[in-house]
Each structure stands twice: as structure tokens, then as C-alpha cells.
Nanobody
């Protein structure tokens, strides 16, 4: 499966952005999907994940209550709605596909190219 992330940009603290990740191929519904982020000089970290059906979601503690992950299997797309953004959310955000729901990088075998989110104070 090939993944294409989009929707990043510049926003002031307290603002919102919605990231999208479009997948190619009819096997999209067979994959759990995750969002990760990586700030300069930092390791890639887990943000959120969603099961193949969309019924189960998982979030990192630092985004709970602010970010929402969702998916539309008919549109082969997963979304990350980000509200109340903070400067520390500044990073390149990556979507990923894997055969199981998880919060570690090695869970996911397919990665998109990343989209940059910049939050100014």
C-alpha cells in the first residue's frame, strides 16, 4: 500500500489543522493505520492509531482530548483532526499502515512521506 500525507502547514497556538493520508490500493481496509511525528533531532513518536474497522482508537497521552483519528475506508483515507495546537506539536507528521494496531514504529510496515506542521506561539 502506498500512502500520501497532506494537510500540514503553519498555524498559531490554539488553532486547528486536519491531516489526511490517502492510500492507494483496495487493501486499505486490511490495515490498521497510525500517525507518528518527528521533531528535528528527536525520535519518531506515536501520536494516534485506528483499527481496520475504525471502531478502536489509541492515542498518546499528550494528544488525548485534542486530536482525533478517523478513517473512511470507502475513500481509502485516514484523518488526524488536531485542535488546540501547541508549539510543542511542531513536527513532521507521518501516516503509516500495519497489520495490527500498535504504538511502536516497528508495528507499521508502510509509511507516507510526511507533512510538516508548524505551530507558532
Amino acid at each position: 500500500v502506498q500512502l500520501q500525507a497532506s494537510g500540514g502547514g503553519w498555524v498559531q497556538a490554539g488553532g486547528s489543522l486536519r491531516l489526511s493520508c490517502a492510500a492507494s490500493g483496495s487493501t486499505f481496509r486490511n490495515y490498521a493505520m497510525g500517525w507518528f511525528r518527528q521533531a528535528p533531532g528527536e525520535e519518531r513518536e506515536f501520536v494516534a492509531a485506528i483499527s481496520r474497522s475504525g471502531y478502536t482508537t489509541s492515542y498518546a497521552d499528550f494528544v488525548k482530548g485534542r486530536f482525533t483519528i478517523s478513517r473512511d475506508n470507502a475513500k481509502l483515507t485516514v484523518y488526524l483532526q488536531m485542535n488546540n495546537l501547541k508549539p510543542e506539536d511542531t513536527a513532521t507528521y507521518y501516516c503509516a499502515a500495519g497489520l495490527s494496531l500498535g504504538s511502536t514504529v516497528i508495528t507499521y510496515g508502510y509509511w507516507g512521506q510526511g507533512t510538516l506542521v508548524t505551530v507558532s506561539s
